[in-house]
């Protein structure tokens, strides 16, 4: 029974490879393939490219820049409220050349033309450091703005590099489980040699070419994986096409960091926090500016008017005639159904809630910190066992292969000391990818790169 079974795995293992594109070894399949046949070259980027490209396409970074030029506007509009409001205007005026008197007689119109010149001028005179607070709010909106736009970049920047170091770990794992077929077409040919000199049984033949139909199927399942997060990354630095991260996992360097400075820099200056900081001080402006709808605005006001009527137009403006005044009123709201009221309530209500949120930033922060810290210690410590590991399989590998050429060792054995080798360059791959990920989490938190 064991037999028969084995012999209906080995069939469709080998009608899998015979019918799954893409099993060919890993010399042997082309990169792309083109609509009229022709290879097709898939670029590549490296890491500080992609980042270029990411800021300079990513939607939430054009989003946060453009609001950081509105609140520049903001800015110079409080600033110009300290400065009056001028109004320049002028007419000219042809009237009809005559005119019924109210005997209902016709009598000519001796100055048909008429001209005026008009100027104007307001100030808010005092108005109880309304115009103070606005600017203040102004200010903290710009610097809230300012530190969003800093958080955007590297949001983006994590966002990216975890596509990036994800598209590598696709890219070893694919590299991987073509090693792993490798391996098992390798002892394929060893069971087979074994049983053509009589020494093995035709069930470890089948049981390899089995192992060999599984290696392959992973090839696909590591193809299909590297594709999604090519195709992630491409999304991200604004590429339609397929693109390849340049670089291999391998090569990241594993250090050690200070941990007591990254969480003393990340609680000084985070950009989660200094975004939460500034909108607070606008709340706190905007609050204040808002009680100032209580008290008396003081307004002075001046205009200059000039007009005159001639028989012609350049007469009537030549000979104007000036009237001016100089006006100071005092404003004082007594009732305004509740308006004042409701912008208080709502401003107070702001403030509440941002000062909630500048404590929870801090205190987000600090778990935050505390979190990656530890993933980036489990992340090394696990770099480290899989490199270990990784060559103790490699060793118990071969021994157990020379062990069943000698016949001291089962087939099982062999492809068991395989899986584990396997496995360990996948942990090895994972680990070293994930020290990366909780490094580049803490480069954001900490707004800076470590």
């Given at each position: 029974m064991y037999g028969k079974t084995l012999i209906r795995l080995a069939v469709f293992a080998s009608l899998s490879i015979q019918m799954v594109p893409g099993a060919a070894p890993a010399q042997q399949r082309p990169v792309g393939v083109g609509t009229v046949g022709e290879p097709t070259v898939i670029p590549t980027v490296s890491l500080t490219d992609a980042i270029d490209l990411?800021?300079?396409?990513?939607?939430?970074?054009?989003?946060?820049?453009?609001?950081?030029?509105?609140?520049?506007?903001?800015?110079?509009?409080?600033?110009?409220?300290?400065?009056?409001?001028?109004?320049?205007?002028?007419?000219?005026?042809?009237?009809?050349?005559?005119?019924?008197?109210?005997?209902?007689?016709?009598?000519?119109?001796?100055?048909?033309?008429?001209?005026?010149?008009?100027?104007?001028?307001?100030?808010?005179?005092?108005?109880?450091?309304?115009?103070v607070y606005t600017g203040r709010a102004a200010s903290a909106s710009a610097a809230s703005a300012e530190a969003n736009l800093v958080s955007q970049t590297f949001s983006v920047t994590l966002q990216t590099k975890q596509a990036f170091f994800g598209a590598l770990a696709a890219a070893d794992l694919e590299r991987v489980a073509l090693t792993a077929v490798q391996r098992s077409e390798e002892q394929l040919k060893i069971a087979r040699e074994k049983l053509a000199a009589g020494s093995a049984v035709r069930s470890d033949t089948l049981t390899a070419t089995v192992s060999v139909g599984q290696a392959r199927l992973q090839v696909l399942t590591a193809q299909t994986q590297r594709a999604n997060q090519e195709a992630t990354l491409a999304r991200l630095i604004g590429y339609d096409k397929p693109v390849r991260a340049l670089g291999d996992s391998t090569a990241i360097a594993i250090a050690d960091i200070d941990t007591t400075a990254i969480r003393r820099d990340a609680l000084a200056g985070a950009p989660a926090i200094a975004v939460a900081d500034a909108s607070l001080r606008s709340a706190r402006a905007t609050a204040s500016s808002a009680r100032t709808a209580y008290l008396p605005t003081v307004n002075g006001s001046y205009s200059n008017s000039r007009s005159a009527t001639d028989t012609t137009l350049g007469r009537a403006f030549g000979n104007l005639n000036p009237t001016w005044n100089v006006s100071l009123s005092v404003n004082f709201p007594l009732f305004d159904k509740l308006r004042r009221e409701q912008t208080m309530w709502n401003a107070n209500a702001n403030r509440d809630a941002a000062e909630a949120s500048a404590g929870d930033a801090k205190r987000n922060v600090n778990a935050l910190v505390t979190q990656w810290l530890q993933a980036l210690k489990a992340a090394q410590q696990r770099a480290l066992i899989a490199r270990a590991s990784r060559e103790a399989a490699d060793e118990a590998l071969r021994v157990q292969r020379e062990r069943y050429r000698l016949g001291a060792a089962t087939i099982v054995d062999v492809l068991n000391a395989q899986q584990q080798l396997d496995q360990a360059e996948v942990d090895g791959v994972n680990a070293r990818v994930d020290y990366q990920v909780a490094k580049a989490n803490l480069s954001a938190l900490v707004g800076r790169e470590l």
């Open positions: 990411a800021l300079k396409s990513h939607t939430s970074i054009v989003r946060a820049t453009a609001d950081l030029d509105i609140a520049h506007v903001g800015q110079r509009v409080a600033l110009a409220s300290w400065l009056p409001n001028v109004n320049l205007s002028s007419s000219a005026v042809k009237n009809a050349p005559n005119r019924i008197d109210q005997f209902g007689v016709v009598r000519p119109v001796l100055t048909p033309y008429s001209g005026s010149l008009n100027f104007s001028a307001n100030i808010v005179v005092w108005d109880w450091f309304a115009r």
